[in-house]
């Protein structure tokens, strides 16, 4: 509804701004009933539950979706930018798609998670990259508006990859859904066994022979793997490759293989709209903006950045310091997540000191936008996927 609000306004026969007006009513109004059934959903969830469901990835980019809807509401109703719904939404969409991957069962909470601080340091940590969200959707519709893709300097096509990428990225996340919804659809397994070393926490260490399902065709198996079940898929009937020894984890060669699915499903979902587009993708979409104000939209990601900075940092740092001096008795242990949560602190607290000492507004501010809502997913995917930690278990 709301492309329709924007889009259709060309062959309206009303008056343009009375015709996006209601357009734009009615869009709210149904992104509004969507917000209220995901409410829904998240309560009945946490009673069934017990506990505040935030404890695993389905969890938490669910919860994380919910809330750039809702930050996108809050938003909308302070500066009424109707435009704003085609790109904060569908980023709303594709988390929540995303999330839908994840194993969907209730699972007991582990000693670490027993706390109220679960309730206080994720949901607020959450908000505030929810309003990193809908920043980074207004930087990039500026990008798109604002970047010259007929251009033929080297300033323009680096621009013009920039751009690129980004769309690349959101393409990517796109792929793997759908990948994982066909296979799924398709029946398809893979199943290998290896041996884990586990180290308590009085020094004793244990091996384990753990089992390793796989969704996608495994083109990485785990390091030194056995192999108990694998359809054939294109001809394939064993990995060709066997994940690197310096991967340590329980499941470092399976998240390997999603990544490497990821780039391979991204590069052709992204292929077949270059095909479809015969241009660029950004150059496609930047003519469906001509007339958005950069102005308004160039504030609106400002503001957006800055509600949600501080909201972040509460929630992902100070509550997060408290909850880990009660939960592994120190305030900061350098784990991967903690120091994506600092690098993601710092950014932004870059991004408003250069925009507020140095004038960096425009262009420059919404490349700035785009690429921290970038660190911030590599914080949420890319170290889950790829990176062990004590906050892998968030990435089951």
């Known amino acids: 509804m709301f492309v329709t609000a924007i889009l259709g306004k060309k062959w309206a026969k009303e008056d343009p701004i009375?015709?996006?007006?209601?357009?734009?009513n009615g869009a709210i109004v149904a992104t509004m009933v969507g917000l209220a059934g995901h409410l829904a959903f998240f309560f009945t969830r946490w009673a069934e539950a017990?506990?505040?469901?935030?404890?695993?990835?389905?969890?938490?980019?669910?919860f994380l979706g919910m809330m750039i809807i809702f930050a996108f509401?809050?938003?909308?109703?302070i500066y009424r930018a109707t435009v704003l719904g085609i790109f904060a939404l569908p980023i709303g969409i594709i988390i929540i798609g995303y999330a839908s991957v994840f194993p969907k069962d209730i699972q007991p909470l582990i000693p670490a998670l027993q706390s109220y601080w679960l309730k206080i340091h994720v949901t607020t940590a959450a908000t505030g990259e929810a309003f990193f969200a809908v920043g980074f959707a207004a930087g990039l519709m500026y990008l798109l508006r604002s970047v010259n893709f007929s251009g033929q300097t080297p300033g323009d096509r680096k621009e013009q990859r920039g751009v690129e990428?980004?769309?690349?990225?959101?393409?990517?996340?796109v792929a793997f859904v759908v990948s994982i919804f066909g296979f799924n659809a398709a029946g398809y397994h893979a199943k290998y066994t290896n041996d884990v070393l586990y180290t308590s926490k009085d020094g004793i260490e244990q091996t384990v022979k753990q089992t390793v399902d796989y969704v996608l065709p495994p083109i990485f198996k785990p390091f030194e793997s056995e192999q108990v079940e694998m359809q054939p898929f294109l001809g394939m009937t064993e990995a060709p490759f066997e994940a690197p020894s310096w991967m340590h984890?329980?499941?470092?060669?399976?998240?390997?293989?999603?990544?490497?699915?990821?780039?391979?499903?991204?590069?052709?979902?992204?292929?077949?709209?270059?095909?479809?587009?015969?241009k660029p993708l950004g150059a496609?979409?930047?003519p469906l903006l001509k007339g958005i104000d950069l102005e308004d939209i160039d504030e609106i990601s400002y503001r957006a950045i800055a509600i949600g900075y501080p909201i972040f940092t509460l929630g992902?740092?100070?509550?997060?310091?408290?909850?880990?001096?009660?939960?592994?008795?120190?305030?900061?242990?350098?784990?991967?997540?903690?120091?994506?949560?600092?690098?993601?602190?710092?950014?932004?607290?870059?991004?408003?000191?250069?925009?507020?000492?140095?004038g960096w507004q425009g262009k420059r501010s919404a490349w700035l936008a785009v690429i921290g809502f970038m660190v911030v997913m590599f914080t949420l995917i890319g170290v889950n996927l790829v990176i062990a930690g004590l906050h892998s278990y968030s990435g089951t």
């Not at 690349?168 to 996340?173: A, C, E, K, P, W």
Request: glycine share 8%; proline share 2%; charged share 15%.
């Open 18 to 24: 009375a015709y996006t007006r209601k357009w734009g």
């Open 316 to 358: 992902a740092l100070v509550f997060a310091m408290i909850w880990a001096a009660e939960a592994w008795g120190r305030f900061w242990g350098w784990d991967p997540k903690e120091v994506w949560a600092l690098i993601t602190f710092l950014y932004y607290a870059a991004y408003l000191h250069l925009r507020f000492s140095k």
């Open 284 to 286: 496609a979409i930047s």
């Open 165 to 173: 990428l980004t769309l690349f990225s959101l393409v990517m996340i």
């Open 50 to 62: 017990g506990h505040i469901p935030t404890s695993n990835m389905y969890e938490f980019m669910t």
């Open 73 to 77: 509401i809050i938003v909308y109703y």
């Open 249 to 278: 984890g329980s499941n470092a060669g399976r998240k390997l293989n999603t990544v490497v699915w990821s780039i391979f499903g991204g590069i052709i979902l992204y292929g077949l709209l270059r095909l479809i587009a015969r």
